[in-house]
C-alpha cells in the first residue's frame, strides 16, 4: 500500500525525521485566500500522486511570487498528471503540497527496503540523490551504497559511519544529523510495517542541515490489520481502476502492461507461468492468482474480469489441481462463457485432480479453445496466437 508524500512527512514529523514547513490544499479550498496569507515569496508546489517522476511530468512548480503561486495551484487542482510511472491517462490530482523554498547545497539518496535474499532490511544511499537515482544505479553502480541491518542486533553505528563516509559527510554536525536520521527511519520502517521507505532527495542546505525534501513510504500490505490509522490513510483514486475491481471481487490481481492474459492457481505457478511467456517472446497482461482454495464461482468471476481487458488478445488459463478440482475450474469457464462474448482465444492447460474430466467438459465448447498437454506449449500458443 502506497501513500501521499503529504501523509509520509506526517509520519516522519512524529518521528522528529526533519521536513520543510509546508501547506495542503484540497480541491475545493479557496487558493486566492489562503495565497493572501502568506508571507513567503518563494515557494514549490507539488502535486500530490502515487507515483514517481513528478517534476518531469509538471507536478513540481517552483514560483516566486503570489499571483504565480495562484496559479500553479489552480492548474494543478483538479488536473491529471502523466508521469513515467503513470498510463496515457495520468493520476488524479486532488491536493498538493505548498513548501517552503529551500537553499539546497547538495542532494542526496537515502531508502530502506526489505531484502529478501538477505532476510534482512537494506540502507540503499548514494551521494547522487535526485530525480535520476535509477540511471545512477544502471550506470554507475560503485556509487550506491549498502548495509544490512541485522535484526538481532539493528542498525549500528559503525554502519551509519560508512554511509556518512560514503555520501560526503565528513563533518561531526553533519553525521550526527545523519546518526539520528537513520535510526528514526529505521524506527519508522520497523513500528509502521514498511516495506520501502525512500528520500530522494535527502538535502544538505545552505546552514548544512540535513532534511528531507521528499518523501515515500511503501507498506506491506500483509500487515495492514495490525496498522489500523494506516489502513486510513489509503487513497483509492490513485490505484488502478483494474486493479481496484479485482480487490472487490477479492482476487489476487496485478496490472502489467502486455497483452497476454493469465489465470492460474498459486503464486509461484503464476510467476512460473509469466516467466515462461515472456522467454517466448510474449508478455503478460497482469498477475492474477485464484489461490489454491478457489470455487467455481470464484474462477467464473476471475474469467470474466480478465476478459473485460480490452487490452487482452489472448487468455492462458493454467490450473494444477491439488486443492482445486480441475472440473470446477472448468465449469466455472463454461459458466462465464454463458454471460460474456469470447472475443480471443483461451489456452488452458488442466493438471492434477479430476483433470480429465475438466479437459471433457471443455472439448469441442468453443472454437476459441485449446486445450494443452504442458506448459511449454500452452506458452508456445498463447504467445503465438496474440501476435497474430
Excluded at 167 to 183: M, P, Y
Excluded at 231 to 256: C, G, I, M, P, W
Aim: include cysteine; glycine fraction near 8%.
Amino acid at each position: 500500500m502506497n501513500i501521499h508524500e503529504y501523509q509520509a512527512k506526517a509520519i516522519f514529523s512524529r518521528f522528529g525525521i526533519p521536513v520543510l514547513g509546508s501547506h495542503l490544499i484540497k480541491h475545493g479550498d479557496n487558493v486566492e485566500s489562503f495565497c493572501e496569507s502568506l508571507d513567503h515569496k518563494a515557494w514549490t508546489v507539488k502535486a500530490q500522486v502515487h507515483a514517481g517522476g513528478r517534476g518531469k511530468g509538471g507536478g513540481v512548480v517552483r514560483v516566486m511570487d503570489k499571483n504565480d503561486l495562484e496559479s500553479a495551484i489552480s492548474d494543478l487542482l483538479g488536473a491529471r498528471l502523466v508521469t513515467n510511472q503513470t498510463d496515457d491517462e495520468g493520476l488524479p490530482v486532488s491536493a498538493v503540497l505548498v513548501e517552503e523554498t529551500a537553499q539546497i547545497s547538495r542532494e542526496l539518496y537515502v531508502a530502506m527496503l526489505v531484502d529478501r535474499e538477505q532476510d534482512q532490511v537494506a540502507i540503499i544511499a548514494s551521494a547522487e540523490g535526485g530525480m535520476d537515482i535509477e540511471q545512477v544505479a544502471l550506470q554507475t553502480p560503485e556509487k550506491i551504497i549498502t548495509q544490512y541491518i541485522h535484526p538481532a542486533t539493528g542498525l549500528q553505528s559503525n554502519q551509519i559511519r560508512e554511509i556518512a563516509y560514503g555520501l560526503g559527510l565528513g563533518k561531526k554536525s553533519q553525521f550526527q544529523q545523519l546518526h539520528d536520521i537513520l535510526l528514526k527511519l529505521f524506527e519508522v520502517f520497523v513500528s509502521c510495517d514498511c516495506s520501502l521507505l525512500e528520500i530522494n532527495p535527502l538535502i544538505v542546505d545552505r546552514d548544512e542541515n540535513l532534511l528531507a525534501l521528499d518523501a515515500k513510504i511503501n507498506f506491506d500490505d500483509n500487515a495492514l490489520f495490525r496498522q489500523r490509522e494506516i489502513v486510513e490513510l489509503r487513497d483509492f483514486t490513485q490505484e488502478n481502476s483494474h486493479e481496484q475491481s479485482a480487490r472487490e471481487l477479492n482476487l489476487n490481481y496485478v496490472k502489467l502492461d502486455g497483452n497476454i492474459g493469465c489465470i492460474v492457481n498459486g503464486a509461484g505457478l503464476a510467476m512460473a507461468t509469466m516467466d515462461l511467456i515472456k522467454h517466448h517472446g510474449g508478455e503478460p497482461a497482469n498477475f492474477l492468482d485464484i489461490g489454491g482454495d478457489t470455487t467455481q464461482g470464484k474462477v467464473e468471476k476471475a474469467f470474466k474480469f480478465i476478459l473485460s481487458d480490452r487490452n487482452v488478445k489472448s487468455v492462458f488459463i493454467n490450473i494444477f489441481g491439488g486443492i482445486v478440482r480441475c472440473d470446477l475450474t472448468a465449469q466455472g469457464i463454461v459458466d462465464a462463457l454463458q454471460k460474456v462474448p469470447l472475443l480471443v482465444p483461451v489456452i488452458i492447460l488442466l493438471q492434477g485432480t479430476n483433470a480429465a474430466e475438466g479437459r471433457r467438459l471443455l472439448e469441442n465448447h468453443h472454437k476459441d479453445i485449446f486445450l494443452v498437454t504442458s506448459l511449454v506449449e500452452g506458452a508456445q500458443q498463447v504467445v503465438a496466437l496474440a501476435n497474430s
